[in-house]
């Protein structure tokens, strides 16, 4: 298991809670419609449904938890939250304890397949994914209660990488498409996410890019995750503005 990866998603997590601490319930976050208290339940939900997929890859591999055909039993749920406010702070510790234990007993090799919901994926993967759910998430909180909401150090990486393998599926709940070839650029300090629209789908640029999205990695990724509007972010847009804009109708999510 990769303990840089687990330390961020410790981290990040552990700072979601003093976060948390004296934040009002009924505050509005950037996430449309979403109080703190809904991204607490969400967050909740989240390590959860992480440590779930972890634990039934334990079990995989110890030759537990499949049937007859090598079938999994179950597959990761997660835990919907559903006790009283009083509670959610102590259940969401919990979910950390869980999901930190989980990754410490999960198997060492990067390729061995977690089964998530939407298919399983190979654990250095999923690792990027759980790291990306903590720092977004912890943002998305820090934000609401008018604190520092850059993502923490270590975690830009892991981010850009999981924006850039689901570019194409969080393209497919789109409102609109762009004109065919047009390509995408989104350019930090440290950080490269790029895709081009073909006619179909969502593929590598073969050509230059239309839009050119650049800036500090922490403005460039909220504004690729829709936490910051492109046209509020601290970035230069070089190539079509327009374009530029509308971004999120066209990768929208998560």
Request: glycine residues 10%.
């Amino acid at each position: 298991m990769n303990d840089d990866a687990a330390s961020l998603i410790g981290r990040d997590w552990a700072s979601f809670l003093d976060l948390l601490d004296g934040a009002g319930w009924e505050t509005p976050t950037r996430l449309q419609g979403w109080t703190v208290e809904d991204l607490a339940r969400h967050v909740h939900w989240g390590m959860t449904l992480e440590a779930d997929a972890l634990e039934l890859l334990a079990a995989r591999s110890a030759g537990e938890a499949v049937g007859p055909a090598g079938e999994a039993v179950r597959t990761a749920r997660g835990d919907p939250l559903e006790a009283p406010r009083e509670q959610i702070v102590a259940a969401l510790r919990g979910a950390r304890g869980r999901l930190l234990r989980a990754l410490a007993a999960a198997p060492s090799d990067p390729a061995a397949l977690v089964p998530m919901p939407y298919g399983d994926l190979p654990l250095a993967f999923a690792v990027q994914i759980f790291v990306m759910e903590a720092a977004v998430h912890r943002s998305d909180l820090a934000h609401a209660v008018g604190a520092d909401d850059r993502l923490g150090p270590g975690t830009h990486a892991p981010a850009a990488a999981v924006l850039q393998a689901f570019w194409p599926v969080l393209a497919a709940d789109a409102t609109a498409v762009p004109p065919t070839g047009t390509g995408f650029l989104l350019r930090g300090t440290s950080v490269v996410v790029e895709a081009e629209y073909d006619g179909v789908a969502w593929a590598a640029p073969t050509g230059p890019h239309a839009v050119v999205i650049s800036g500090e990695d922490d403005e460039v990724l909220l504004a690729g995750y829709g936490r910051v509007p492109v046209e509020a972010a601290r970035v230069r847009i070089d190539g079509d503005v327009a374009l530029a804009r509308r971004l999120k109708e066209y990768v929208p999510g998560p």
